[in-house]
């Protein structure tokens, strides 16, 4: 039997994937999930955007600096100061990319580029040539391609390929196109593009209509050589390609596609676990290769026929994404080799250090909890990949209330080594309660925009797990202020809470500012 072909993983997590609302992360986050990126064995990271932010272009060229085993990949529009600044960041990367993007759909150039077709097709020939001259691997993707009329489409990617393309990416940016669509898209590329050969076709597919992975799929049976997608399907607005989705279904479904990937594919779900953890976006439990349920058979009919076979109900083995057979659980008997081993597998990389205050953090919640789970150790791991020192750091609560008054406070943190306290007697009830008093002990004041409870793991001692988002109160009215993220678990949830506000609250105080979103960059002339 003749081998499967290859197909290249381009995981864009890391620019597209935090794009998604909430999902930005700090430095430290990003080299933790490019790390793990190499572990999986993509094919290209895209880093980011270094135009974008300060902190965009930091990450990426400490990315490009550190990671080994990988393509690393810069995001830039078609001009020279976007394509300079991603060189920047790249240039000392063993193997860097320049993606270059133009959008090329006719709404686009009418309403966005204000530009025809000549001069759309100049600009894309001038970005790509500028790029080629300082990077020899060059990616362009005809922003919109979904939508963009397939003569056009063609002309486009014939240029960029004679100008030194050597992969093109036809991007279904809003998520519109249908799997007939996309096949007949890349056929058609493949049929009328001189030259075609010379460059990889890649598809990057969002998920609007629930169709990426599809979209995907139906591109690969077209002859695509490159799938571009994210971890956990992250990404603007509905997300995009799910990259477990779509590399199990290739991999399972090898006797169709005729293909595969790279892809270490048990090494799945701890990488999932890793970007869910790192973003505090959750997989749905239903969520397929990586969801609670995805490996789980309640139904009686089920479980007699796993029982006896249980391929008449898995077409996976749970093995062969990262999932074990059954739970490891831990307790306060277990010792810190048990501790790291599992952490290990659940995609954590730790440092002696991290490991002893892991270890430190294990001990207390196992005294207070009879078994731990996964999720309780994702939860305490997760804790040690925060780059920003706490300026105030919980110490504890006590409180008193009842639904006819107001409840009683006092906080307790340490700031600078000396711990401070403060008692209010204000609120609409004990949440509400602990915020006042972390405004009052810290002297910022906030507006909450979002909170979120939810249990990390099972059972009446589960810890909860708080995610807020604070409101800076700016002192010019005019102007919005910056939307800062907290997080805090506890099997106490008003202590969860207080962690989470005072989580956020630090970044308000050590001015941790959100990156901007480079989809919302306007067009340079």
Known sequence: MALPRIVRIFDTTLRDGEQSPGASMNLTEKMEIAHALVQLNVDVIEAGFPIASPGDFESVRAIAQTVRGATVCGLARCNDADIDRAWEALEHAPQPRIHLFLATSSIHREFKLRMNEDEVVARAIAGVQRARNLCGDIEFSPEDAARTEIDFLCRVVEAVIDAGATTVNIPDTVGYATPLQMHHVIKSLRERVRGIERAVISVHCHDDLGLAVANSLAAVEAGAGQIECTINGLGERAGNCSLEEVVMALRTRSDYYAADTRIVTQKLVPTSRLVANITSIQVPRNKAIVGRNAFAHEAGIHQDGMLKERRTYE?????????????????????????????????????????????????????????????????????????????????????????????????????????????????????????????????????????????????????????????????????NGHIHRGRGVSTDSLEASAKAFLAAVNRVALGSQPKLHPQRTELES
């Open 315 to 479: 077409i996976m083995r749970p093995e062969d994404v990262g999932l074990d057979r059954t739970d490891l659980v831990l307790g306060k008997h277990s010792g810190r080799a048990a501790l790291a081993d599992r952490a290990k597998a659940l995609g954590y990389q730790l440092s002696p250090e991290q490991l002893q205050s892991l270890f430190e953090r294990f001990k207390a919640l196992a005294d207070r909890k009879k078994e731990i789970y996964d999720g309780d150790i994702a939860a305490l791991c997760e804790h040690q990949f925060s780059a920003l020192p706490e300026r105030f750091s919980f110490v504890g609560y006590e409180l008193s209330c009842a639904s006819d008054r107001p409840p009683r406070v006092t906080l307790r943190v340490l700031q600078g080594g000396e711990e401070k306290s403060v008692e209010i007697t204000a609120g609409d009830g004990p949440i509400d309660g602990i915020f006042l008093a972390i405004e009052k002990l810290t002297g910022i004041t906030t507006i909450c925009r979002d909170f979120r409870v939810q249990a990390v793991t099972v059972g009446k001692d589960a810890q909860a797990e708080v995610t807020v988002e604070l409101q800076e109160v700016c002192p010019d009215p005019t102007s």
